[in-house]
């Protein structure tokens, strides 16, 4: 496939240098012509086994691709990358529980891993699918790892970025202890007095942008927020303590770094291959920080397009 892409894209440039040169009006009406029609959005909704509606965008048609945000943020975090995927797949971004207009819980234990793990396969039966890739960013990656290792079955490819296999996550902070200080913080009671649309905002740079974030903020559980940290956190092991094992995932996995992340680093991402039955794409950006689909947009939705182009689903 990889010398048919090769010879298709040399034939394409060979045209376009003919049509510059002989043609240029024939060349403007021909890349009109083969822009990508605006595909429509749709706003949905999935209800959990617990009973939490569960807000998401959806369009495009083809294979499912369920995208999932971390913290802090919202849907709209994909708006960038959705455009590059759904003309040729069905694709759905998630507001997790807690975030903007999906239920709002309220408890720690209402914001456990396997009511997370739920709410994703809520939206993959709403949508009427038996399948999916899974695709995830900070604490989305760790839905989504989780996810792979509960219904192997329903997982055609789990694209993680930012937070390892949750191996290599433990393995992280016992490695780096330091850089969790942040998420014990969090864990604390009463750390959401802390918070503010605003204040989660500030990293977006973006007006327009930073606009849309307050908004899907204030309608927000700070509280439920940090309970995804009081929930779910990993603790270091104590000593004597044996570290957790898990199945292997048998499907493609491809992980998406920002070199510049100074809280998830990038050893934690080695030996993530040891955990995969099937291929394992790393990819590094060094000048990108936590955020990569703010920092690299582009270089990000190339990636993550041709990596499922090329692993298609059966």
């Known amino acids: 496939m990889l010398r048919t892409l090769i010879g298709v894209s040399a034939l394409a440039i060979s045209m376009a240098a003919c049509s510059t040169t002989t043609d240029a009006p024939a060349a403007t009406a021909a890349a009109s012509q083969a822009a990508k ?3 429509k959005v749709e706003d949905k909704y999935a209800t959990s086994e617990d009973g939490t509606k569960i807000h998401y965008v959806a369009s495009g048609k083809g294979p499912l691709v369920v995208m999932v945000h971390g913290f802090p943020d919202y849907s709209g975090t994909w708006d960038h990358l959705t455009p590059k995927l759904n003309d040729a797949y069905r694709v759905v971004a998630m507001d997790t529980r807690g975030y903007n207009l999906s239920g709002q819980p309220v408890g720690v234990d209402n914001y456990r891993m396997p009511k997370l793990v739920a709410d994703i396969h809520a939206v993959i039966k709403a949508e009427g699918a038996t399948k999916a890739t899974v695709l995830g960013h900070d604490w989305g990656a760790a839905q989504v790892w989780h996810y792979a290792l509960a219904h192997p079955e329903t997982v055609e490819r ?3 970025m930012s937070v390892p296999h949750p191996a290599m996550f433990l393995n992280q902070i016992m490695k780096s202890p330091d850089n969790s200080t942040y998420a014990r913080n969090f864990q604390k009671e009463g750390s959401e007095a802390n918070l503010t649309a605003e204040g989660l905002a500030r990293s977006v740079r973006d007006p327009a ?10 309608r927000s559980s700070f509280a439920g927020m940090m309970n995804y940290y009081r929930a779910n956190y990993p603790a270091p092991l104590k000593p004597g303590e044996t570290a957790p094992t898990y199945p292997k995932i048998n499907v493609p996995v491809l992980v998406v ?13 080695n030996d993530t291959w040891d955990q995969i039955g099937k291929d394992t794409t790393i990819v590094m950006i060094p000048d990108s920080g936590h955020w990569i689909q703010r920092d690299a947009p582009d270089l990000l939705a190339a990636q993550v397009r041709s ?7 059966k």
């Open 257 to 269: 770094h920002g070199m510049k992340d100074t809280a998830l680093l990038s050893f934690a991402h």
């Open 209 to 218: 942008e930073k606009a849309k974030y307050v908004e899907a903020f204030s």
């Open 37 to 39: 029609p605006v595909v």
């Open 158 to 160: 789990v694209i993680a």
């Open 307 to 313: 990596w499922l182009d090329i692993h298609p689903t």
